[in-house]
């Protein structure tokens, strides 16, 4: 026959077990783990495309929607051959469901100028780049795969072996 402490030991560990099992079966047995930028992108109806391959990390305020992306250096290339596109080594905004605002850091060429992408707004299957002055609309599959620095989305023909092209910011 057991004794009494014997059975307050059993009791005991017992009960630990039962811990165990209840939080491990509340935090589904796994680690949590901090979302990529691509997937806080998602997370707000954007595709992963509108960044480079590449970040390096972010910081988003979930209240104020206030986000950095980070990147090794800048990074700059052509899409289809018409646009050329430059992100610097740091991205900054705020964020909402369809929504990207007060953006810097993001370029595009215009004729011989380069003026920064202040907005972009997803309605439906399009997005909506704006530079303050005038907007361009493109659909979102041209957005499902992320370009590479240096090459856009044409990098198997331009650079053999792939890798990622950042220049250093200055």
């Known amino acids: 026959m057991p004794t009494q402490y014997q059975t307050t030991i059993s009791l005991t560990i017992l009960s630990l077990f039962h811990v165990l099992?209840?939080?491990?079966?509340?935090?589904?047995?796994?680690?949590?783990?901090?979302?990529?930028?691509?997937?806080?992108?998602?997370?707000?109806?954007?595709?992963?495309?509108?960044?480079?391959?590449g970040a390096t990390g972010y910081d988003l305020d979930t209240k104020t929607?206030?986000?950095?992306?980070?990147?090794?250096?800048?990074?700059?290339f052509s899409l289809e051959g018409s646009y050329?596109?430059?992100?610097?080594?740091?991205?900054?905004g705020v964020i909402e469901k369809d929504k990207l605002r007060n953006l810097s850091g993001v370029s595009v060429k215009i004729l011989f100028m380069w003026v920064d992408i202040v907005e972009v707004v997803r309605k439906g299957d399009n997005l909506q780049f704006s530079v303050g002055i005038a907007s361009a609309g493109f659909g979102i599959e041209n957005f499902f795969e992320c370009p590479q620095c240096g090459c856009g989305l044409d990098c198997n023909r331009k650079i053999k072996g792939g890798g990622e092209h950042f220049v250093s910011s200055s």
């Open 65 to 76: 929607g206030k986000f950095n992306a980070y990147f090794k250096g800048s990074c700059s």
């Open 21 to 53: 099992i209840v939080t491990t079966v509340v935090h589904g047995g796994a680690t949590t783990t901090t979302p990529t930028a691509y997937e806080v992108l998602q997370s707000y109806d954007f595709p992963i495309g509108i960044l480079p391959i």
């Open 84 to 92: 050329q596109l430059k992100y610097k080594s740091k991205i900054s």
